[in-house]
């Protein structure tokens, strides 16, 4: 009998996680990996509604049904879509592969990721403290490894080296309220490549109140 043609798909998702704020590529890889001439090819792409994208590739319409080209024996198409998610979420990134042509192994022409998108986070601890006073700024559900850089707002923000999150996403950096800097609410600002940045509430006191036991810089 004459050879078939093998199409087949598979998805991958990149960073996984993904964090608000930031990129989501989706990577829609379709393979003929027989010895025949895979034709009459249509990929069905699903991806989560509500989540902003940088458009659909060419060939593909509205609805996410895309035409492939003809896949000569051991090609590959690949389509690619950039998300860009503004809020925490799981949801699923699918493909559905058609073709008018032969196929020896259908059981590849489907495929499905997980899409998890984290909201990054951080808390001051203490979250009041006088002029001088060292802070705790301690973060969760960040990108691994990317620099993340504090700022006051309003205040001065005393030069300082980034913190980097850990492989968990975690991270306890340091904040100096400067000696001469003004007092009352405030916040802090966390910010870096790769998501939105993420605030929380502060309290610069005066120096008679004491904040609970911490860091004082003289």
């Known amino acids: 009998p004459a050879p078939k043609a093998g199409p087949g798909v598979r998805i ?5 996680p993904g964090y608000v704020g930031g990129r989501v ?5 379709v393979r003929n990996g027989r010895n025949a001439l895979a034709t009459g090819l249509r990929l069905r792409i699903g991806l989560p509604t509500g989540v902003p994208h940088g458009g659909l590739p060419a060939g593909c319409d509205p609805n996410g049904a895309c035409v492939l080209p003809d896949l000569t024996p051991n090609t590959t198409a690949v389509l ?3 998300l860009s998610p503004k809020k925490a979420m799981t949801a699923r990134v699918t493909a ?7 196929d020896a192994d259908r059981s590849d022409n489907t495929a499905r990721k997980r899409l998890r998108v984290l909201q990054p986070r951080i808390v001051a601890v203490p979250d009041i403290g006088k002029p001088g006073f060292v802070t705790s700024v301690r973060g969760v559900d960040f990108p691994p490894g990317a620099p993340v850089r504090f700022n006051w707002n309003p205040g001065i923000t005393a030069a300082a080296s980034p913190t980097f999150p850990k492989a968990d996403g975690t ?17 802090i600002t966390a910010s870096g490549p790769g998501f939105s940045p993420v605030k929380t ?3 610069v006191v005066s120096g008679t109140i004491q904040p609970p036991d911490g860091v ?3």
């Open 201 to 203: 509430d502060f309290l």
């Open 96 to 102: 559905v592969l058609t073709t008018t042509g032969t």
């Open 80 to 82: 690619r879509v950039v």
């Open 12 to 16: 991958t998702v990149q960073p996984e």
């Open 25 to 29: 590529v989706v990577t829609y890889s």
């Open 171 to 187: 991270f306890i950096g340091q904040l100096l309220i400067l000696a001469k800097d003004q007092t009352g609410p405030r916040t």
């Open 216 to 218: 004082t810089r003289r």
